[in-house]
């Protein structure tokens, strides 16, 4: 799954070990092949269509296992996930979906709620020990608010990746009523809801043609 990439030399860096009359040997990490490269990004789709097979729990967690790794501001990991998979939770989920989105949800083996919590910051003594900076988060709402929504939307960009390269297809959502999500799934009102992610493994016979992406000139610059 990887490239070769070829390492520096001692002779390339000049650098030495501190107490160590070895050089050090500086790496380049290595990239990733390009059937890696098509599993997780050429060949992907938006999956709609997935075939009746169960996504296994281990699955799940396997899948968060490497969604966690995500970086975020503050290590604050403000994501919070809801696997939808059961009959029972589907049916309490479909009522706050737009009209087009129910029968994607009801046939995919699990929808993904994610959510950020607004009060991440009350976790930070562990995750970030650096120094306390909830101060920072409680003294100013908004940009409380601005760094969780933006980094559980990093971490739900993860996640999608995560379950490509788990074999799963991904089929992110909009079309919701956030606030009726919110009460079914977050009874304590501290969460708000970002994103709906179909999981599942997906149905090859039904793989829509590729969209037209832009060139790298039409929203790039090098500056």
Do not use: C
């Not at 390492?7 to 070895?22: I, K, R």
């Not at 281990?58 to 501001?73: A, C, D, H, I, S």
């Not at 910051?121 to 306390?132: I, S, V």
Request: charged share 20%; net charge neutral; glycine share 4%.
């Amino acid at each position: 799954m990887f490239s070769q990439t070829p390492s520096l030399e001692p002779s390339d860096t000049g650098a030495t070990s501190v107490g160590s009359a070895e050089p050090s040997v500086a790496t380049v990490t290595p990239a990733l092949d390009s059937a890696a490269l098509d599993l997780l990004f050429r060949e992907a789709r938006s999956t709609q269509t997935f075939l009746a097979t169960p996504v296994a729990s281990e699955t799940l967690r396997e899948l968060y296992q490497l969604v966690k790794w995500t970086p975020t501001g503050f290590n604050s990991q403000p994501a919070r996930f809801r696997f939808v998979q059961s009959p029972e939770a589907k049916e309490r989920l479909v009522p706050a979906l737009s009209s087009s989105n129910r029968d994607k949800v009801l046939a995919a083996p699990v929808t993904v709620i994610v959510a950020h919590d607004t009060r991440f910051y009350d976790r930070l003594p562990q995750l970030f020990p650096a120094y306390d900076a909830r101060p920072l988060f409680e003294n100013t709402p908004a940009f409380a608010e601005s760094t969780a929504r933006h980094n559980a939307t990093l971490q739900a960009a993860f996640l999608i990746l995560a379950a490509r390269a788990l074999g799963l297809e991904a089929g992110p959502m909009s079309g919701f009523k956030p606030e009726e999500v919110e009460r079914r799934f977050f009874a304590d009102g501290r969460h708000r809801v970002t994103l709906l992610v179909n999981l599942g493994y997906g149905d090859q016979s039904r793989v829509r043609s590729r969209g037209v992406r832009l060139d790298f000139e039409d929203v790039a610059q090098i500056l």
